[in-house]
């Protein structure tokens, strides 16, 4: 599961996972609403494209896992006597907007939104995988393992569905471009003690 098997062009800082672990309680509040943003970006994709079978038939059981990760990290706050927060901004997401393509068919615009899914699905990825090979805490290193395992699939399934409403060659050009602007955003980004991203 290394950053190029997901596609990534730049790692994460090194400095991230210390800071974040110092920080576990903004991060399990950030994560919580990571799982739910994305249940609710794989609702909204189904509710704007009914029409289309293979993508309500690829992402109902994505919204179902979503949201069972986020009871699953609200057990781990429990766990630690945390309480879900207000929700942040999310810098990262924010950057992403400027990245999607606007205008253009309705194929246009789902193949962008698939892919800028695909990206944050990668991303996310690599934080779990970072978080389970470094934290000290024994029962959040099985936590964020497990969760790696999980997500690994579904950048993988974005793309998929991408490339079957455009060319295979126009989907990979486009990704390609998607991950240097992404790598872009990551290098000018401040480490945050309390995102996930």
């Known amino acids: 599961m ?4 997901l596609g990534l062009e730049l790692p994460t800082d090194p400095r991230w996972v210390n800071i974040a672990e110092k920080n576990i309680e903004d991060i399990l509040i950030d994560h919580a609403y990571c799982e739910q943003k994305a249940a609710s970006s794989c609702i909204s994709l189904i509710v704007k494209y009914p029409e289309r079978q293979e993508l309500v038939d690829m992402l109902t059981p994505v919204v179902a896992e979503e949201w069972s990760h986020f009871e699953r990290v609200l057990e781990e706050m429990k766990k630690r006597g945390f ?3 207000k929700q942040r901004r999310d810098e990262y997401v924010a950057q992403l907007a400027h990245i ?3 205008g253009g068919s309705r194929e246009d615009q789902l193949v962008e939104k698939l892919l800028i899914n695909a990206l944050i699905e990668a991303r996310s990825c690599e934080r ?3 978080l389970w090979k470094n934290i000290s805490d024994k029962s959040l290193q099985q936590f964020y393992y497990e969760l790696m395992v999980s997500e690994a699939g579904h950048y993988k399934n974005f793309l998929k569905l991408a490339k079957s409403y455009k060319p295979e060659a126009y989907v990979n050009q486009r990704w390609k471009e998607i991950l240097a602007a992404e790598a872009e955003i ?3 980004l401040e480490v945050r003690p309390d995102r996930m991203h």
């Open 100 to 102: 999607e393509k606007k």
């Open 186 to 188: 990551i290098k000018t």
């Open 83 to 85: 309480s879900l927060g």
């Open 2 to 5: 290394e950053k190029h098997v």
């Open 128 to 130: 779990f995988r970072l």
